[in-house]
């Protein structure tokens, strides 16, 4: 499947999909459902480094570094780290990843959480992650992009809403980020942006994140 489609990251996805089930309603208002399957979903890489030392800095993520040139080197403290923005890809995960890997895009985020549940760090936490729109929040925030579309409800799965409060519950422990929609922002908020969509549900995920804070 890797070797004739878009590569690992995307036969990761589908196997994901596979596991999870998913549903759609198409154009001529016919709904489909697939059922959740019983299958092994594969690691297409692993989140060690060559000398064999884990680099995600979120221990239930994989590194995956974007382009040294989308991102700005930096050592944020515990102090300079104020907000969480949310993103949705409008696309699936790896076409998030793959872009921010290609040294022409100008921009990244710090993590990426997959409609399964599984999450990707693409930029450290100290460093500056190119995804607000803005030079101020980017320089006191951590992006989290989702995979989907913000047009489609279904984006927002339940794996995906606990996947990621629980990686801003860590940010918040981590760098004393407060649990409020003041701290804890839409993409939209910052920048002249429809991201993350009006179905991105704030509220459940302010509760999720207090729950696994």
């Given at each position: ?54 680099r ?31 993103h ?14 290609n ?21 450290r ?18 992006g ?11 984006t ?19 760098y ?38």
């Amino acid at each position: 499947m890797a070797e004739y489609s878009y590569g690992p990251l995307y036969s990761q996805e589908v196997y994901e999909t596979l596991e999870n089930g998913a549903s759609l309603t198409s154009s001529t208002g016919e709904s489909l459902t697939l059922e959740a399957q019983d299958v092994e979903v594969p690691t297409p890489f692993a989140a060690q480094d060559r000398a064999g030392v884990r680099r995600a800095d979120y221990g239930r993520a994989s590194w995956r570094p974007a382009a040294r040139g989308n991102y700005t080197n930096a050592n944020r403290g515990p102090r300079k780290i104020d907000f969480i923005v949310v993103h949705v890809v409008e696309g699936p995960k790896s076409s998030a990843i793959n872009h921010f890997k290609n040294p022409s895009s100008d921009v990244s985020a710090h993590y990426v959480v997959g409609r399964g549940g599984g999450i990707v760090q693409c930029v450290r936490n100290e460093d500056i992650a190119w995804q607000a729109g803005d030079w101020w929040y980017n320089k006191r925030s951590i992006g989290i992009e989702h995979a989907g579309y913000g047009s489609n409800r279904r984006t927002w799965t339940d794996a995906m809403y606990r996947s990621s409060a629980r990686l801003s519950a860590y940010i918040s422990r981590k760098y004393k980020v407060p649990v409020d929609r003041k701290h804890i922002v839409r993409h939209r908020k910052v920048s002249a942006t429809l991201c993350p969509g009006k179905h991105f549900d704030m509220d459940r995920y302010l509760r999720l994140i207090r729950k696994y804070k």
